[in-house]
């Protein structure tokens, strides 16, 4: 069953730092371009970060230059280095494939930024 977890959220303060991981499971992996998303209360989820296979990424103009997406092939991961964090990024951060989301939605992990 192909599943996905996301973990490495927290409460932090604005200008703080955390990294987020993603899971996957199943076959394929590595020919799958992933993405981080984003959900903040009463708001769509949005899309904030995507890489492909080979590492060629693409970001948000929200999050770009703060936040940074990379994978590792071999253990089927996927990160979101989240720096310069603002109480504006507090929401639920997911992971999935992109531009199809081809999982289902895991849990997600809450990032929250007090200011």
């Known amino acids: 069953q192909e599943q996905l977890v996301e973990s490495g959220g927290g409460l932090v303060q604005a200008g703080g730092s955390l990294r987020l991981s993603c899971a996957a499971s199943?076959?394929?992996?590595?020919?799958?371009?992933m993405g981080w998303y984003r959900q903040a209360s009463g708001k769509p989820r949005e899309l904030l970060a995507r890489i492909t296979g080979g590492g060629s990424a693409n970001y948000a103009d929200s999050v770009k230059g703060r936040f940074t997406i990379s994978r590792d092939n071999a253990k089927r991961m996927v990160y979101l280095q989240l720096n310069n964090l603002q109480p504006e990024d507090t929401a639920v951060y997911y992971c999935n494939t992109y531009p199809r989301n081809i999982y289902s939605w895991g849990q997600g992990t809450q990032v929250t930024v007090s200011s």
């Open positions: 199943g076959s394929g992996f590595s020919f799958k371009t």
